[in-house]
């Protein structure tokens, strides 16, 4: 690892303060990501800000019909909260199935989206169900905040304060692992928010996104049958070592068609 | 270097540590700690989990200086060679082990689950033991003994 600096400042304004002061620092979060890579020296910051001790970034709560829930939550406290089984099961399933319980005793909600994999769970969850990202300067719609392969819409100095999940009417996400990383291969989210019917695929392309075909077919009729049939095409899909562009577009179906039928069995909020 | 406090296996300690030393070699290098194996490069293996404030985690993908002020147990603070903690025993009546390697990030990581999930079954133990890899046993002995050591650490009755 090369050398840096580290810092842990108290509060978000001073978090904020450091980061303006020195543009090659970078946040640190659970550092499931960021530290293996700082020690294949594939990146060499100046500085790490350490968010664990802003309380601001803190915190899972319900504003009527929205679940806010803190950048800096660990996914082992997303899966043990009380609140998310009872109003968003399906997020905290998903959350289940991200890498193995040592990573998810460490690593963040906040550190998994702003980090945008390709291959990375929670991505799918936050576009299918229409999440807000809410920083320390603005709000970013899910449909804006994906830009590309590991790269979001936060710019240069802004920080991911927490991520707003609007409760879906019915939601399930079923995920193909990629035996040796962990990581997905395929997964697929479906969520019905207000009506409005959203598939979210990861792992499949250089960034996350929506398979309109299906969710156009979802919106006649909700149901495993509607989508039998319909081609997804193979461009843009991966082809890499782990799996052909024509198995990933497989798995795009069969995911789904999986996905829908335990969204439909689930209870009104999810699988 | 920035100093830390950090309370191991019951012991306070405060040292001098450069920021980019990682947990695991602080516990192996400055503290002599060497039961903490580093099995990869790559935060995938588990041989170096231990315990932070009562959470098993990999002591591989954390600084010491984020550990400040933490409350780190390793495989040598759990029992002693007179009396082992009944997970360690538990390993060595089922013969969990072959090389040993992984053995000590097994048995942290065994310790947290038998905590969290006193009445685990197999397919628990087994799914709750994703981050640690061995390459001999082939797990069969590792879950049983698992099973076994999660048993004998239940709270009497
Ligand atoms: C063995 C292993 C298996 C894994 N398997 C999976 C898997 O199956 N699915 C999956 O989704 N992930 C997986 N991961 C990745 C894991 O989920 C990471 O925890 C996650 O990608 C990053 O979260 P973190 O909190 O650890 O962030 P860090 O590693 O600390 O940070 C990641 C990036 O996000 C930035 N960042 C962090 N917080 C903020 C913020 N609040 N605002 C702005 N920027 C921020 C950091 O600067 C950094 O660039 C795996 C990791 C490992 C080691
Ligand atoms: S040394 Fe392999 S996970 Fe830490
Ligand atoms: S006993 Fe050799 S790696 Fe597990």
């Known amino acids: 690892m090369y050398q840096f600096q580290y810092h842990r400042p108290k509060n978000l304004a001073e978090a904020l303060d450091l980061l303006a002061q020195d543009g090659d620092a970078k946040l640190l979060a659970g550092g499931q990501t960021l530290l293996p890579t700082l020690r294949q020296r594939l990146a060499a910051p100046s500085a790490l800000v350490d968010l664990a001790g802003i309380s601001e970034l803190t915190g899972i709560s319900t504003k009527g019909e929205l679940l806010s829930i803190g950048a800096m939550t660990r996914y082992i406290e997303i899966i043990e909260s009380p609140l998310v089984q009872a109003t968003l099961p399906s997020l905290a399933r998903a959350v289940a199935l991200v890498g193995d319980p040592l990573v998810r005793n460490r690593g963040t909600i906040g550190g998994s989206l702003a980090n945008n994999d390709p291959t990375a769970d929670l991505t799918a969850a936050a576009l299918a169900m229409h999440a807000t990202f809410v920083t320390d300067r603005r709000s970013i719609s899910a449909d804006e905040f994906f830009v590309d392969l590991f790269e979001t819409a936060l710019e240069q100095g802004e920080i991911l304060v927490r991520i707003e999940f609007p409760l879906p009417d019915r939601a399930a996400y079923v995920k193909f692992r990629n035996p040796a990383s962990r990581y997905a291969l395929v997964g697929v989210f479906v969520a019905e928010v207000h009506g409005d019917i959203r598939v979210a695929v990861t792992g499949a392309k250089a960034k996350v996104f929506r398979e309109h075909a299906f969710e156009a077919a979802l919106q006649t009729e909700f149901s495993a049958k509607a989508v039998k049939g319909l081609d997804v095409g193979t461009t843009g899909l991966i082809d890499d070592l782990h799996a052909s562009a024509e198995y990933r577009a497989n798995l795009i179906s069969v995911l789904t068609r999986r996905a829908i039928s335990a969204a439909m069995i689930g209870s009104h909020r999810g699988a | ?157």
Do not use: W
Request: charged share 20%; proline share 3%.
């Open chain 2, 1 to 157: 270097m920035p100093d830390v406090t950090i309370t191991v296996n019951g012991k306070r300690e405060v040292r001098s540590v450069e920021t980019r030393t990682l947990l695991v070699h602080f516990l192996r290098e400055q503290l002599r700690l060497t039961g903490t194996h580093v099995g990869c490069d790559t935060s995938q293996c588990g041989a170096c989990v231990v315990h932070l404030d009562g959470r098993s985690v990999k002591s591989c993908a954390i600084l010491a200086v984020q550990a400040n002020g933490s409350e780190i147990t390793t495989i040598e603070g759990i029992g002693t060679e007179e009396q082992l903690h009944p997970m360690q025993e538990a390993f060595r009546e089922h013969h969990a082990l072959q090389c040993g390697f992984c053995t000590p990030g097994m048995i942290m990581r065994a310790i947290d689950l038998a905590i969290r999930h006193s009445e685990a079954d197999e397919t628990t133990v087994r799914r709750e033991l994703e981050g640690n890899l061995c390459r001999c046993t082939g797990y069969q002995n590792i879950v049983a003994a698992i099973l076994a050591g999660a048993v004998a650490m239940r709270p009497h009755v």
